[in-house]
T-cell receptor, first 114, second 113 residues
Framework: EAQVTQNPRYLITVTGKKLTVTCSQN?????MSWYRQDPGLGLRQIYY???????DKGDVPEGYKVSRKEKRNFPLILESPSPNQTSLYFC?????????????FGPGTRLTVT | RKEVEQDPGPFNVPEGATVAFNCTYS??????FFWYRQDCRKEPKLLMS???SGNEDGRFTAQLNRASQYISLLIRDSKLSDSATYLC??????????????FGTGTLLAVQP
């Protein structure tokens, strides 16, 4: 089954404790993104990657890191989480160069930082 | 001003009603347009693309007016299962070859029995 998977689905952590949210897709998509979704603000892009070893900042990259060492994986790293990073996070992927631009989203990770 | 604006709702409608959602976008360089559906606490999923000539998929009709930078979604004969948040999404090119999807904040639809 074609899908984007994220782990963990739920995470409660404390300020300053480094964490990684994993993302994996099995569709051989070139393009992957991370978004956060907050009430009243909608989905905002954190980082994106157009292919292996190619990453770039989105609209709200502060406090986050990513890496793309393999095509299928695109982990999101919070080196020192803070309460304002409490949010619902989605990983997404799509093929490169398609006008349709359908993005496939993972199921989401609900992160709470206390 | 937000790049993509939607009425947040909620729209509370009875089963069988026809409901219309509107969306405006600010960047005239926007190239393609979509409606996504998001169920509570779930991931967004593509509902339909929006074409200049207008397009229909069963009970759903999408329209695009490039001159007014306006997109609409019409749902006929609403079902309880249509209850969700509907996201207006616009694809815009920002220099070079970078395309970016901009998401509206969504319109909440609640269909009542």
């Amino acid at each position: 089954e074609a899908q984007v998977t994220q782990n963990p689905r739920y995470l409660i952590t404390v300020t300053g404790k480094k964490l990684t949210v994993t993302c994996s897709q099995n569709m051989n998509h070139e393009y992957m993104s991370w978004y956060r979704q907050d009430p009243g603000l909608g989905l905002r892009q954190i980082y994106y990657s157009m292919n292996v070893e190619v990453t770039d900042k989105g609209d709200v990259p502060e406090g986050y890191k990513v890496s793309r060492k393999e095509k299928r994986n695109f982990p999101l790293i919070l080196e020192s989480p803070s309460p304002n990073q409490t949010s619902l996070y989605f990983c997404a992927s799509r093929p490169a160069g398609t006008r349709g631009y359908e993005q496939y989203f993972g199921p989401g990770t609900r992160l709470t930082v206390t | 001003r937000k790049e993509v604006e939607q009425d947040p709702g909620p729209f509370n409608v009875p089963e069988g009603a026809t409901v219309a959602f509107n969306c405006t976008y600010s960047n005239s360089a926007s190239q393609s347009f979509f409606w996504y559906r998001q169920d509570c606490r779930k991931e967004p999923k593509l509902l339909m693309s929006v074409y200049s000539s207008g397009n229909e998929d069963g009970r759903f009709t999408a329209q695009l007016n490039r001159a007014s930078q306006y997109i609409s979604l019409l749902i006929r004969d609403s079902k309880l299962s249509d209850s969700a948040t509907y996201l207006c999404v616009v694809n815009t090119r920002y220099g070079g070859a970078t395309n970016k999807l901009i998401f509206g904040t969504g319109t909440l639809l609640a269909v009542q029995p």
